[in-house]
């Protein structure tokens, strides 16, 4: 959805706007001609986050709710637009708060349980949280530098809206038992206990 909103936006807006320069907020901000298209992918994906997050009952309770923060965070950005041309304090205080959130959530949300999904699993949680955190610092070098923020923006930002994706899919494809603990038996095993 963020990707389609930002394609969809920087078409509108012409060959004025470079993609690998200027930031998916330029797209965001007042007066911009994907405004409405931009504000909308970024509404649509805080509420992603935020179902996603009330329903992924697999992971941890702190990476759910560093989840659904970060949500809430890109739902803020998306109400606070930036203005046509200079900063807004506003605008960038919310973007960077979701980005941390958006960051730390999959380290949070391990399952050190054997059993996990694999989206779950310590080792890749880690390695995500490790690479977007990479990637946004890099994001923060090139807007300071004056570079390739409109790169370093796309890349950290699609890899925090698709890591949920692959959470879920990875759940949906593990065999798992019926609601039950590490430490209390499944229904068919106690079934098969009572049966002998």
Known sequence: MLIGGWTIAALLEGPAYDPAT?????????GAAGFWVMTGALAALGVCHMITALGLRPAALPGRLALGAGGAAAFVVALLPPPSSGGSLRHGSAAAVGFALLAV?????????????????????????ALMLVT??????????????????????????????VVVASCLCHPHPENSSPQEPNRAERRRGGAA
């Open 136 to 165: 946004a610092a890099w994001f923060m070098f090139e807007m300071h530098q004056g570079g390739a923020d409109g790169v370093a923006e796309r890349l950290v930002t699609a890899l925090q809206s698709l890591w949920p994706f």
């Open 105 to 129: 959530w999959p380290v949070l949300a391990a399952d050190r349980r054997p059993a996990a999904p694999w989206g779950l699993r310590p080792v890749p949680s880690l390695a995500a949280t």
């Open 22 to 30: 200027q930031t998916i907020s330029v797209l965001a901000a007042y």
